[in-house]
């Protein structure tokens, strides 16, 4: 995983300044019209067709000569994102973010690593995490918490708590947001020890969402069938008010 190819101490401290970023829904882009562009459309095309190899797409892409802007190119990921296969998009995108160059927007190379995390790819979320990491780029907190909870989904939650300790180094702040994202992908799949042991370190971080992070614990202990701690988080949500059902 990238976690193990990246030397996080080699990297230095960034300032966190994610709060007034542009961030894009999932849902909202999915409702942006390529609009009635052939090059776009052509672009669409290509990358949907899944002909040829990955050579022969990045060739192809050359021929077309196309002239975008970076919001073109999230707009024609989320075109292709259901009927391109997994490769072929990302080899659009890697191609896109080498003819942009810095002209390639933060929020766009977010908006890619969402999709890829929500298709479950593991070779784009760690090309691309990567990628935005060597850039000196913004990871905002929702491309965070689909990707943290798209790696413990598969079995890769050393990978997301990784991602969570060095989430200065994408310039994303550790807040109410991020910390209950990594409880959320933790104890969903009952992780909930590890989620505890995020609690007791980020305790300052999490005074405005306590409800949703106690029953988050809550139903982390009980899916993990441990009936101590299940009754001690209960015995803490009802001395604070908070009622032990499991939703936020």
Not at 68 to 74: E, G, I, L, Q
Not at 92 to 114: P, T
Not at 171 to 181: F, L, N, Q
Request: with cysteine; hydrophobic share 40%; charged share 25%.
């Amino acid at each position: 995983m990238w976690l193990l190819k990246l030397n996080w101490k080699s990297l230095s401290l960034q300032s966190i300044g994610s709060r007034n970023r542009r961030h894009i829904p999932l849902a909202m882009l999915s409702t942006i019209p390529l609009g009635p562009s052939p090059v776009l459309q052509e672009l669409c095309t290509v990358v949907s067709d899944g002909i040829g190899s990955l050579d022969d797409l990045e060739a192809s892409l050359d021929r077309l000569d196309a002239s975008f802007t970076s919001s073109h190119v999230s707009q024609i990921v989320d075109t292709c994102k259901n009927e391109a296969p997994t490769r072929r998009l990302l080899r659009f995108f890697l191609w896109s973010s080498k003819k942009l160059k810095c002209k390639l927007e933060d929020d766009d190379s977010n908006y890619a690593i969402q999709v890829f995390a929500e298709r479950k790819d593991l070779k784009a979320i760690n090309i691309l995490v990567s990628d935005i990491c060597n850039e000196g780029r913004v990871m905002n907190a929702q491309t965070f918490g689909i990707v943290a909870e798209t790696l413990v989904s598969l079995g890769r939650e050393d990978d997301a708590l990784g991602l969570f300790k060095n989430l200065d180094k994408f310039k994303c702040s550790y807040d109410s947001i991020t910390v209950t994202a990594i409880v959320n992908a933790l104890c969903s799949k009952s992780h909930a020890r590890r989620a505890k042991g995020v609690v007791r370190f980020h305790k300052d971080k999490i005074l405005g969402v306590k409800p949703c992070i106690y029953r988050s614990l809550f139903y982390g202990w009980l899916e993990q069938k441990n009936v101590k701690e299940t009754r001690r988080i209960l015995r803490e949500m009802k001395s604070v008010g908070v009622m032990p059902d499991l939703f936020c």
